[in-house]
């Protein structure tokens, strides 16, 4: 039987399964597109640049699709060349998984931007562009059917768009926050072999198909366990794993000799650590965040904390009888805290936009502290002109605000002077303090901005608080030591309109992340 005899046996039919292809087809390109970042994240971060990345790598790979799939298709025009090619797209989206590991740990010696694509490109290109030849296909054959092509066209093309709406809803607000990013690879390869098998099951009558559904069976993502001595003696464990809407959340404990710690990640960057016994941070910066404000005004009585992380900055304000109010986006990371991390206070947490709270609130500080981050990047729009205007707003007369923020001395120091110059547009003074710096000049600084020139960092008033031993040296050494950006490093004034923090810190972005790279076990950053 022809290809068109065999069409017009069935057309009802046919004509309706193409429509189904076309909307699960859609839908899951989508998919596809908004879980790569949770794949190649905890690698490159989840920045502009993976977000370039990942829609560029899409883009191509969809346009070569429709190119090469239009061309095949009228050449070969039989159905069952579409669900062929449907049927391998379901096998490759099975294997992505499995080739995470070794497909990010060949990209990760290239740069930030370059490892990003190429790690993009080789995971989820494959998958899309065989997904793009489907679009053309469909209509191709859909138009021997239906007589007028225009409207063919149209109708195909809504079907589509509309499942890349529900893909894109459902992965969004449903699926990263529900289910681990590898079993969502194996929802979307199953479903499109399964979207093959029936059309060769019951359109096609070909029974020996129903053995293709015993593959997936080969690939069954199992989520590892971490738990395992690294070549120096020391115990590592992953004790929680989990996606929110807003990053991959982890929290690893390292055990060595008497000496225990964990360690709370997202999207593979290291936000707090904590000595498992005293629950006193083993890194620098929150002690810079807590004694610098504190050594200025220990006579402030209400403090607000941007970015909860594992709860230690808060806990500190409210031990000195401070009213110590949170701000955090991400519920998890809240509950996160007070599961492993024993945060516990008495003042609010609010789960909210960072920005948002400040535009509705009216309630005063004296001290705010910022101590948020984006993967490794500090959000743009807490460190624009309109932003700082608004912190002024939340603070009293003698109010401080801190931020803590990663940054380069040497290499790139642009951001951070136009950081600086943009908070001297509206605090009358702003010093910079080194809270975790290399030999290099990267890594963490304390910027503190305020309008009472009578404050100043009194270190008798903080001398006697203790200090873990992993943070002390650091700590007694450079805290209340001024540091200025070198001279005559140029700066603009970040606004909400133009604010490229993500391209021009670079450098710093590619420092931290091939520290993390060398530092954490890579079975815990899978």
């Not at 701000?327 to 206070?345: L, M, Q, S, T, W």
């Not at 790139?412 to 009358?428: D, E, G, H, N």
């Not at 970040?494 to 520290?515: Q, S």
Request: overall charge neutral.
């Amino acid at each position: 039987m022809t290809d068109s005899a065999r069409l017009r046996e069935t057309p009802r039919g046919l004509i309706v399964y193409l429509i189904l292809t076309a909307i699960v087809c859609g839908g899951l390109v989508m998919v596809i597109e908004v879980l790569g970042s949770r794949v190649v994240g905890p690698f490159f971060g989840v920045s502009l640049f993976v977000w370039t990345s990942l829609i560029t790598v899409t883009l191509v790979a969809l346009a070569l699709g429709y190119a090469i799939g239009g061309t095949l298709s009228d050449k070969k025009s039989d159905p069952d060349y579409l669900y062929g090619i449907i049927l391998l797209a379901g096998a490759l989206t099975l294997l992505i998984p499995s080739l995470r590991g070794p497909v990010l740990k060949a990209c990760i010696s290239l740069d930030l931007r370059l490892g990003a694509f190429a790690s993009s490109a080789i995971l989820f290109g494959p998958s899309l562009f065989l997904l793009g030849c489907v679009s053309p296909y469909i209509i191709k054959i859909a138009a021997r059917e239906m007589k007028n092509i225009g409207r063919t066209v149209g109708i195909f093309y809504a079907f589509s768009t509309a499942g890349s709406f529900i893909g894109t809803v459902l992965t969004g607000f449903v699926f990263i926050a529900y289910f681990r990013v590898g079993r969502i690879f194996e929802f979307i390869g199953v479903s499109l072999i399964l979207l093959s098998v029936i059309y060769f099951v019951f359109l096609r009558r070909k029974w020996y198909f129903l053995a293709v559904l015993c593959f997936p069976l080969l690939f069954t993502y199992v989520p590892g366990n971490v738990q395992k001595t690294m070549p120096n003696g020391t115990k590592v464990r992953m004790v929680f794993s989990a996606d929110s809407f807003y990053g991959n959340l982890k929290v690893v404990d390292y055990s060595y000799a008497d000496r225990a710690t964990r360690e709370l990640m997202i999207d593979g960057f290291v936000q707090s650590g904590i000595e498992r016994k005293s629950g006193m941070s083993v890194y620098e910066y929150p002690y810079f965040m807590n004694f610098l404000p504190y050594g200025m005004n220990p006579s402030g009585k209400d403090c607000l904390v941007i970015g909860l992380g594992a709860g230690i900055i808060p806990m500190w304000y409210e031990q000195r009888g401070i009213r110590t109010e949170v701000v955090d986006i991400d519920p998890k990371v809240a509950d996160i805290a007070k599961e492993f991390f024993g945060f516990k206070i008495k003042g609010d947490v609010v789960i909210s936009d960072a920005r948002y709270y400040l535009e509705v609130s009216e309630k005063k500080f004296d001290f705010i502290i910022v101590d948020v981050f984006n993967g490794d990047t500090t959000p743009g729009h807490l460190l624009s002109l309109e932003a700082f205007r608004l912190l002024r707003e939340r603070t009293t007369a003698k109010g401080i605000v801190a931020f803590n923020l990663s940054s380069s001395l040497r290499d790139q120091p642009f951001m951070l002077a136009s950081i600086i110059k943009s908070l001297k547009k509206v605090f009358t003074i702003v010093k910079l303090y080194p809270s975790g710096l290399d030999e290099a000049g990267n890594g963490n600084v304390a910027v503190l901005a305020y309008n009472d020139s009578s404050l100043s960092f009194n270190p008798d008033l903080i001398k006697d608080f203790p200090v873990h031993p992993m943070a002390d040296d650091v700590v007694r050494r450079f805290m209340g030591r001024e540091i200025a950006v070198p001279e005559n490093t140029p700066a603009i004034i970040l606004t909400d309109d133009y604010n490229p923090i993500d391209f021009f810190d670079l450098k710093i972005k590619e420092a931290i992340r091939k520290n993390i790279i060398k530092t954490t076990d890579w079975d815990v950053l899978i």
